[in-house]
């Protein structure tokens, strides 16, 4: 891994982007940060004094074909090029099977799944004349293991990982690693939403959630150096997701005290108990 890197960033303005943009490029790397909501991302700028030479906005709705092709230019006329894409934006609206309305289901499809593949179609437009790049995108344990209640975001975080699997083995002959990250919840305003949904109760199952910190230091010190193919956090959850992945018959059989110990912890949340 180069001092410097070169990233371009996705949902910046709040969450794993909004941290990592700022921890990234105290580190010295230089960021092209985008967002849908451009005025917040603006705010954010401000309040956490990033630096204007490292840190470049650009207002980026991860559907349009444009706006990708324009936040690249960006990233190429500021800093020469891009080395890194993290691909973090993504939609989550809990809904029962038979409740989901035909928007929330646009959503989930378009923002998690075809805004994730059109990144990576760009950046690997781009980096392949260099025979070199990163292409990092943010998946979930819900990419490995259905979550009942979450069926829309279960499916799109699927699809993901079947995207970027077989990205990575194309893109690989020419030089560039892709690598799928499958975190468990995160303390993020996606995690917050969904703490008075009793369909998101499996959500709240783990022993703890993860924060944006954990996000970082398996970025920085796993993910950019060593460029692995998939990394799934934490442990302990991630090889109860493979299981439910291998087994779904048995993941069938542990929903039911799962879902209990979410409720639960939904609330104690609710009640300030965290």
């Known amino acids: 891994m180069t001092d410097s890197l070169r990233m371009l960033l996705t949902g910046c303005a709040s969450g794993i982007g909004r941290h990592l943009t700022g921890a990234l490029s105290a580190r010295g790397h230089r960021v092209v940060a985008t967002d849908l909501d451009i005025e917040a991302l603006e705010a954010e700028s401000k309040r956490r004094s990033w630096s204007v030479e490292r840190v470049k906005l650009r207002a980026l709705d991860v559907r349009s ?34 409740d989901f309305t035909a928007k929330d289901l646009d959503l989930h499809i378009d923002v998690n799944v075809k805004g994730l593949m059109l990144g990576t179609r760009a950046a690997a437009r781009r980096m392949i004349p260099g025979r070199a790049g990163h292409i990092i995108n943010i998946g979930s344990l819900a990419s490995l293991a259905p979550v009942p209640g979450l069926s829309l975001y279960s499916a799109s975080k699927f699809a993901v990982r079947g995207f970027t699997l077989a990205a990575a083995t ?37 022993p703890k959630a993860l924060t944006v910190d954990d996000i970082e230091r398996v970025i920085v010190d796993h993910v950019l150096p060593d460029r692995p193919l998939e990394v799934g956090l934490p442990f302990s959850r991630s090889a109860l997701a ?28 609710k009640k300030g108990g965290g």
Do not use: C
Not at 68 to 88: P, Q, R
């Open 65 to 98: 074909e444009g706006d990708w092709e324009a936040a690249m230019d960006l990233a190429f006329s500021a800093f020469g090029g891009v080395d890194v894409l993290l691909n973090i934006a993504g939609y989550l609206h809990p809904a029962y099977v038979q």
């Open 170 to 206: 194309e893109l690989r002959e020419h030089g560039i690693a892709v690598t799928l990250i499958m975190p468990d919840a995160v303390e993020t305003p996606m995690l917050d939403k969904q703490v008075g949904h009793a369909e998101a109760a499996l959500t709240f199952s783990g």
């Open 242 to 269: 493979r299981v439910a992945n291998t087994a779904p018959g048995l993941a069938r059989l542990l929903a039911p005290m799962l879902l209990k110990q979410g409720r639960k912890k939904q609330e104690q949340i």
